[in-house]
């Protein structure tokens, strides 16, 4: 019993100075944002009450986070006792802040590439901070969280004894790879949907931005389970990446259908996402989208 409650308390220490990293990491991650907008976050969340930006910052912290953990993935590597702090635990930690910063640089720059790209038909900038578009908003929540999950998956891979040179190479291919696959999914999301994605967004309609963020969130769950793992080979990887990202676009479709078809048969969830904008529905949809893609990657 000592034993056990002496390991668990062994590890607090450094885990508590990687929270306090983290926090760290959110608020320089923030100001990267005030320096990067036009606009300062805190007056058009606080006197403004801009909720679309709230929704859009949730999910650019959600992805600050998620690229954080995706680096610290092998915490405590330096060795010796938790409880003490050399200079190899400083370098891990410095280490940890700088692959978490560049993975935030990189988080904001694919998301201004991505918006071109998937919202492309109007400015999201207006639609978030003029118009105050909650259903751009919610989109935006999704390619956050979706962008930092393709970095996530690119920096937590394993690579079989291969040189610092052929790891980078390794996590840059697949990055580029999962946003190709993001930027391609919306594209099929489209052709396989009555409505027009990027009418119903800019006329603000929040139960089609959230029901696009859930999909491109599940996709990049599909796409970060394809990445994932022991870098076997190029020829390998390659085939295993291009087969989970078929299977996820087939899968997704197919959980849509029977969500329409057989959970609500009652209900014909297009007309209710585009006409009624049933916000209800849409997070019915988007959980149901995301959970499909979770069963996906912890059974295969």
Do not use: C
């Not at 990267?32 to 058009?44: A, E, K, V």
């Not at 956050?144 to 291919?173: F, N, P, Q």
């Not at 259908?257 to 988007?286: C, H, Y």
């Amino acid at each position: 019993m000592l034993d056990a409650f002496y390991d668990t308390f062994e590890l607090l220490p450094r885990g508590l100075i990687y929270v306090a990293l983290g926090i760290l990491v959110v608020y320089f991650a923030k100001l990267i944002q005030d320096w990067i907008t036009p606009y300062r976050i805190g007056d058009q969340v606080g006197t403004g009450k801009n909720n679309a930006l709230g929704l859009s910052l949730s999910g650019y912290f959600v992805g600050v986070i998620i690229v954080f953990v995706a680096v610290l993935y092998t915490p405590f590597s330096s060795g010796g006792s938790n409880l003490t702090f050399d200079i190899d635990f400083a370098t891990e930690v410095l280490q940890v802040f700088l692959y978490s910063m560049g993975g935030i640089l990189v988080l904001n720059l694919t998301r201004y590439l991505i918006d071109h790209l998937v919202l492309r038909k109007f400015k999201v900038e207006k639609a978030i901070i003029e118009d105050q578009n909650i259903g751009t908003g919610a989109v935006e929540f999704g390619i956050y969280i979706a962008v930092a999950l393709v970095i996530a998956s690119s920096l937590a891979g394993e690579a079989a004894a291969t040189s610092i040179v052929e790891e980078i190479l390794r996590s840059v291919v697949f990055f580029l790879l999962g946003m190709v696959v993001l930027v391609a999914y919306t594209y099929f999301y489209q052709f396989t949907t009555r409505y027009d994605i990027h009418d119903e967004i800019e006329r603000a309609n929040p139960a089609v931005g959230i029901t696009v963020a859930a999909n491109l969130i599940a996709i990049a769950i599909v796409t970060f389970k394809a990445v994932y793992g022991v870098f076997m080979g190029w020829g390998e990887s390659l085939v295993s990446f291009v087969t989970f990202a078929i299977t996820g676009f087939i899968l997704l479709l197919v959980v849509r259908w029977i969500v329409d078809k057989v959970i609500f048969p009652r209900i014909k969830i297009p007309a209710e996402l585009s006409e009624s904008q049933n916000t209800g529905v849409a997070f019915i949809v988007g959980g149901v989208v995301i959970s499909a893609s979770l069963v996906l990657y912890f059974a295969i």
